[in-house]
């Protein structure tokens, strides 16, 4: 009776057939399953990267704390303290009468807790003028402050 069995090729047939299908279907579930695991890593990673650089912006705190002129020179310094976690970039921009005089757009950047003077020049205006300075953070944070120029 075995001997019929093993003689019978058909008999092989289905049960290949069926080994075949389970292996296919494996396979194409473990190539979905592979492909949208990554997806789902990638949307991921990209999610905590925007959540991350939004705590920043939130987190960036900066002032100017102090403006001089110097005639003699024609510089304009802008003492900015950064009393914020993350360390910036700032661009500095001078205006009058709401024209621009000068600009400092080198991205200087300033540590966390720690002062740095940004200097503009040059720049000329007399004594009384009032100057509106703009100092933007390249996590486009802005702020604006201004100084009237006194005497020497």
């Known amino acids: 009776m075995m001997k019929g069995l093993l003689a019978n090729r058909k008999a092989f047939s289905p049960i290949i057939a069926t080994i075949i299908l389970c292996a296919a279907v494996l396979a194409v579930g473990m190539s979905l399953w592979s492909f949208t695991y990554s997806v789902s ?3 991921q990673t990209s999610y905590f990267n925007e959540v991350k ?3 920043e912006v939130i987190s960036e705190r900066f002032t100017v704390e102090h403006v001089s002129y110097d ?3 024609s510089i304009f310094y802008v003492w900015v303290y950064n009393y914020g976690e993350v ?3 700032v661009d500095v921009y001078v205006y009058i009468e709401g024209e621009l005089l000068g600009k ?3 991205a ?3 540590p966390s807790t720690e002062f740095l003077d940004v200097r503009v020049s040059p720049i000329t205006v007399s004594e009384g003028s009032s100057i509106l300075i703009e100092a933007i ?3 486009q944070n802005v702020l604006y402050e201004t100084y009237v120029v ?3």
Do not use: F
């Open 137 to 139: 953070s390249r996590r």
């Open 71 to 73: 005639h003699d020179t």
């Open 108 to 110: 200087t950047s300033i």
């Open 41 to 43: 890593n990638s949307l």
């Open 104 to 106: 400092n757009v080198t």
């Open 53 to 55: 650089a939004e705590v």
């Open 150 to 152: 006194t005497a020497r």
């Open 87 to 89: 360390n910036i970039e």
